[in-house]
Each structure stands twice: as C-alpha cells, then as structure tokens.
C-alpha cells in the first residue's frame, strides 16, 4: 500500500506559490488575539487529535490540521486568495474538520500517542519548520503514533486553488492507498477542470 504519510507533497521549492488566480480579489478575513486568520470553519476543540478524529470521522468527515503563525504571508495568501473560493470553501466545509494549530502557541495540544504540549512544544516535536503547513489525516489512527506518523499527507507552503483543492479531493478518495503519486493524479484533474471550467469534476 502506498503511503504519502512520511513524504511531504512540495512543488518547486519549499514554498510554492502555484496558480494563484488573478479573478479573485483578496478578502480582508477575522483575526484572532492570536494574529491567526479565523474562518467560519474551523473548529474550536480541546485539541486532543483523537478526540477530534473521532468527531470528524462521526461528521463522515476527515480530520485536517492546519499549522499557522501570526504574520504569515502565506497564510493571509491562503485564508483570504484560495480559501474562500466557493468551491474550496464548499470542500473544506462539506468534508473536513479543521483544526487549527498556533505554531508558537501556548494552548495544550493531545498528540494521537497521548502525549500532551504546548503547540509551540508540539509544533517543534512534529518538525514542522514553515507556515502554513497542512496535515491530512486518515479515518483511523493506531495506538501510540503521533501525528506526523499518522498523516497520509504533510503539505507545507501556500498553493493555488487548483492544488489546495486537488489535495484535498485527492486525500477525500483516498487516493494515497493507490500507486500513482499525488503530482500525476494533479496533472490529470487540471486537465478535466480547464475543460469544464470549474474545480469539482464530479458532478
């Protein structure tokens, strides 16, 4: 079985900044005390990742951290160019459970192998170097594994509609338990979108 879960998805260079659209006017969002941008979508949890696998699996959803910093360029790139696409915002809100993670942050963060940190502390023991850097997880996790072991995805830098919305269409059908990596399955769904014109090729 193919796993993307110890690889990490990069597209020419650490931060890729790929595709971004030029019809779509930035959009001033919500920011927290934290200096974080806040979207309807995300979820205010404990932080404890089993806890919120289990209710994002309950939702028939899957579990998505999203690992940001106060200042973040590529995070405002993302949260207000990308994001609030309708048909990535219908994505991410009809299929994922977003959470969240302050990369020097203060608040406790429960780790899937029961240890328990500051996200700051947290952030440093998953090695996540760059902002923003988005974690997939799959419906189940086993016993005793942290979360970047966990992970069927590791996607860190700011990416264009097409990519972010790729991913997660990719990590939704889970095609990281087949053999064709995640580059040639983009490949092959920017082709379908340009022919119909629109993100989601499915309907």
């Given at each position: 079985?193919?796993?993307?879960?110890?690889?990490?998805?990069?597209?020419?260079?650490?931060?890729?900044?790929?595709?971004?659209?030029?019809?779509?006017?930035?959009?001033?969002?919500?920011?927290g005390?934290d200096?974080?941008?806040?979207?309807?979508?995300?979820?205010?949890?404990?932080?404890?990742?089993?806890?919120?696998?289990?209710?994002?699996?309950?939702?028939?959803?899957?579990?998505?951290?999203?690992?940001?910093?106060?200042?973040?360029?590529?995070?405002?790139?993302?949260?207000?160019?990308?994001?609030?696409?309708?048909?990535?915002t219908?994505?991410?809100?009809d299929?994922?459970?977003?959470?969240?993670?302050?990369?020097?942050?203060?608040?406790?963060?429960?780790?899937?192998?029961?240890?328990?940190?500051?996200?700051?502390?947290?952030?440093?023991?998953?090695?996540?170097?760059?902002?923003?850097?988005?974690?997939?997880?799959?419906?189940?996790?086993?016993?005793?594994?942290?979360?970047?072991?966990?992970?069927?995805?590791?996607?860190?830098?700011?990416?264009?509609?097409?990519?972010?919305y790729?991913?997660m269409?990719?990590?939704?059908d889970?095609?990281?338990?087949?053999?064709?990596?995640?580059?040639?399955?983009?490949?092959?769904?920017i082709?379908?979108?340009?022919?119909?014109?629109?993100?989601?090729?499915?309907?």
């Open positions: 079985m193919f796993h993307l879960a110890r690889r990490t998805v990069m597209a020419a260079g650490l931060i890729a900044l790929t595709a971004f659209p030029a019809t779509l006017p930035a959009l001033a969002q919500q920011m005390d200096g974080l941008h806040k979207a309807a979508w995300q979820r205010d949890t404990f932080k404890d990742l089993r806890e919120d696998l289990a209710e994002a699996t309950a939702e028939g959803k899957r579990l998505l951290v999203m690992i940001e910093q106060r200042g973040c360029i590529y995070c405002k790139k993302m949260h207000e160019e990308v994001y609030p696409d309708p048909e990535v219908a994505m991410i809100e299929h994922y459970f977003v959470v969240q993670i302050n990369m020097f942050g203060d608040v406790e963060v429960t780790d899937f192998d029961g240890e328990t940190l500051s996200e700051k502390d947290m952030v440093a023991k998953w090695n996540v170097l760059f902002t923003p850097t988005n974690l997939y997880f799959p419906e189940e996790v086993e016993e005793g594994v942290s979360a970047t072991s966990a992970a069927v995805a590791s996607v860190p830098g700011a990416f264009g509609r097409l990519t972010t790729n991913m269409r990719w990590v939704l889970k095609e990281y338990e087949g053999d064709e990596p995640f580059q040639k399955y983009h490949a092959r769904q082709t379908k979108q340009q022919d119909t014109g629109k993100l989601n090729v499915y309907e």
